[in-house]
């Protein structure tokens, strides 16, 4: 049995030295063997760049997962050179950068993960589904994790329904806010709806309030900037056999 923990989405340079500051620890205290965390909005600003991909990877993170800001940044591009580096699998083929897949060799045995982007409200991507189903004749693990970056509830939950059995974990991601409905889908898939962010706490979504609200209120373009004040961290462990893939436990975690 391993202990895979996945850390929600990283909010600017307060919520990577929060993560540095906590992770080492928290890996520790649950016996992690791999870590996922995604990084889309690591950057000051959002997106990921060189510097914030850098002290999420020393902050001890095997695999950054990311989203519809995945190349925002103008040194984004590099970056996914890297193997470390995931972007969503379903950007059309042939011009896009990077892969959506990532395995991890760990030496007994293999992890596979993925990264998928959801189309209600989004960016229009191919369909994550569909691309769900062309990875997995290809890809040769049972233990099988998805960071899916998605806006609509509805289509997270439908896409953890899809891939009951068929993967070890569904981590919603994007919306920023922990979800209580984590659970084992057919006694064998992992899944929450939304794994969370570390960051700011008292923000709108790591942001500060203030221009979110103006942005709100008066449908005027704003400069968002990470919000200051006490951060807080949200995850998600699970419990898997390595050996089959089927995962048995799956914990919400906060650390404030």
Partial sequence: MKNLLFIGDVVGRAGCEFLSEKLGALKLAHDIDITIVNGENSAQGNGINHASADMLVRAGADVITTGNHAFRQKD???????????????????GCVGSGVR??????????????????????????????????EEIDTPN??????????SEKKAMG??????????????THVQTADECILGGHTAYITDVGMVGPEMSCLGVDTASAV???????????QVAEGECFLCGTIVNFDEKCGK???IERIIIR
Wanted: no cysteine.
């Fill in 103 to 136: 395995i991890l060799d760990m030496g007994a045995y293999s992890v596979a993960v993925v990264n998928m982007m959801g189309t209600v409200y989004m960016d229009p991507l191919d369909n994550p589904f569909s691309k769900m189903d062309e990875l997995l």
């Fill in 161 to 174: 329904h899809y891939l009951t059995g068929k993967v070890s974990g569904v981590f919603g991601t994007h």
């Fill in 214 to 224: 103006d942005r709100l209120r008066f449908r005027m373009p704003v400069k968002f």
């Fill in 144 to 153: 099988i994790f998805l960071d899916f970056h998605a806006e609509a509830t």
């Fill in 76 to 94: 984004a591009m590099e970056l996914f050179e890297y193997d470390y580096m995931v972007r969503p699998a379903n950007y059309p083929e042939g």
């Fill in 247 to 249: 995962s048995y436990k």
